[in-house]
Nanobody, 124 residues
């Protein structure tokens, strides 16, 4: 079982930046895919970004491409989400997730481990 702990959320103004971090423990994740999802009130959980360390491949939701960047260090089981040019519509609880295997999946049901989430609020 993988344990995930997010940090770095907060309240910012539109145009600001935030960096979220996710620390993973439980087993080595070099062959896993790590993802970030977000959920706004009254909405479904949606894919934001993911990284497959073993093949060094990343993917982004169209709504964040060019503004967000996912990175990480598999040696220390840490993944980050750098969020620039934040917009009010980015306001949500952001969740770190993990799944075994190299393929990047955008459906939350494909991920078997989840963090507790961190709140990101962007004011206009």
């Amino acid at each position: 079982q993988v344990q995930l702990v997010e940090s770095g959320g907060g309240l910012v103004q539109a145009g600001d930046s935030l960096r979220l971090s996710c620390a993973a423990s439980g087993r080595h994740l070099s062959s896993n895919t790590m993802g970030w999802f977000r959920q706004a009130p009254g909405k479904d959980r949606e894919f934001v970004a993911a990284i497959s360390w073993a093949v060094n491949y990343t993917a982004y939701a169209r709504s964040v491409e060019g503004r967000f960047s996912i990175s990480g260090d598999s040696a220390v089981n840490t993944v980050h989400l750098q969020m620039n040019s934040l917009k009010p519509e980015d306001t949500a609880v952001y969740y770190c997730s993990s799944r075994g295997g190299l393929g990047i999946m955008k459906n939350p049901s494909a991920y078997d481990s989840w963090g507790q989430g961190t709140q990101v609020t962007v004011s206009s």
